[in-house]
């Protein structure tokens, strides 16, 4: 069976072509699935009876199937765990704010970064995930999220589980998909690709001129602390990537944000505040203090086990100090933390 979500429109006009029908029917059934939202081909009238039958026959719209979820009574978030055909689970976030509603979706099962502080890292890498996968999460949730709840996915951000540049070819589909003019109520600033950093990825798709907004996670200005906490940073170090920032934000005209998790004594200090300075004075940037989020339901070894959050008044504080030097602030609330769905807290164990 064929699988007709996360193909690009090129893709279908191609499949079209292959069996017989005008390449219009591409553009046709991308408004089907992206902007009204139907997934059913049987309801998909301006099909021709018989067409109708052969794409229920020979192709499928979904590849991923609900697992399980669980909602946050305080903050509205939800958190699905999505089974793909080969019987891995992913999991994918609803977080529902004032003025907009994000999706936090994933594109790996796990991730092979080891990131210290993450409990995605903690579980290992088990495969990238197709562009029909990362696709599907967004198609499943959000029509589930606004049966329920009435609010529509507004925003789309990169970052569940796994590092969206080392499965760069089916992102950028999914983010092609995504930033298409059917695809009603998300463009191009509406959508963040959260990266731990890969230089020529960021140079190849500043390139594509898909334009998203892009999140660096920089966690410290230092490279010696960041490359403990992060040992990608010994392979692309600060200094290999911020010419491909430079570039990445001269090309797309948009700024970059800087994620920034923090720990007690780690990257707090007045020093990190002088060194952040320095570099987010060489590119057009803000930053975003994050509290740093418990794995201990991972049980983590090593320093892993001994990181602790920065507390709410010190964040406020290093927040305004940063002010000071006239960068721009955002404070993340945690949000999701009590069903273990806030950032970095996405991962299953037994897979
Ligand atoms: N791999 C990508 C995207 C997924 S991680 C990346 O690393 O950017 C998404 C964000 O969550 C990153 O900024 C990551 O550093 C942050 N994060 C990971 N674990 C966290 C934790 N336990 N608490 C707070 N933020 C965390
Ligand atoms: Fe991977 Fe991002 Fe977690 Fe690091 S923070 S292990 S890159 S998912």
Redesign the pocket.
């Known amino acids: 069976m064929i699988n007709l979500v996360g193909k690009t429109k090129s893709e279908l006009e191609e499949f079209f072509i292959s069996i017989n029908e005008p390449k219009f029917r591409a553009k046709q059934l991308f408004e089907w699935f992206y902007d009204k939202r139907e997934s059913d081909f049987s309801q998909m009238l301006n099909f021709s009876k018989s067409l109708r039958e052969k794409l229920q026959n020979e192709s499928k719209a979904h590849s991923l199937s609900f697992s399980d979820s669980q909602f946050s009574i305080q903050t509205s978030t939800k958190k699905y765990l999505l089974q793909t055909e080969d019987n891995r689970q992913i999991e994918a976030v609803i977080i529902p704010e004032e003025k907009r509603t994000t999706l936090c979706i994933s594109t790996q099962v796990g991730?092979p970064?080891?990131?210290k502080?993450?409990a995605?890292?903690l579980m290992g890498f088990k495969r990238n995930l197709t562009t029909a996968e990362i696709v599907d999460q967004y198609l499943l949730t959000q029509k589930d999220y606004g049966k329920d709840y009435g609010k529509d996915v507004t925003n789309i951000v990169y970052m569940g589980?796994?590092?969206p540049l080392l499965n760069y070819e089916n992102t950028l589909k999914s983010l092609k998909i995504f930033t298409s003019e059917e695809t009603r109520g998300l463009s191009r600033n509406r959508i963040t690709v959260s990266t731990?950093g890969i230089p020529h990825r960021i140079i190849d798709l500043a390139n594509t001129g898909v334009k998203v907004k892009l999140a660096l996670?920089l966690h410290s200005a230092f490279e010696e602390v960041r490359s403990k906490l992060?040992p990608?940073n010994n392979k692309y170090p600060i200094s290999e990537l911020l010419p491909a920032l430079q570039f990445y934000a001269k090309e797309t005209k948009t700024r970059i944000t800087f994620e920034y998790t923090m720990f007690a004594g780690i990257n707090d200090r007045d020093e990190d505040i002088r060194e952040l300075g320095k570099l987010m004075n060489k590119l057009p940037s803000k930053i975003n203090l994050i509290p740093f989020n418990s794995i201990s339901h991972m049980a983590p070894d090593g320093i892993s086990a001994s990181l602790k959050s920065t507390t709410r008044e010190k964040i406020l504080e290093f927040a305004d100090k940063l002010r000071e030097k006239n960068l721009t602030v955002l404070l993340r609330n945690t949000q999701g933390d009590d069903i273990a769905a806030a950032c970095?807290q996405l991962a299953i164990k037994k897979s």
């Open positions: 991730c970064l080891d990131c502080f993450c995605t890292g589980m796994g590092e731990s996670s992060m990608i970095g």
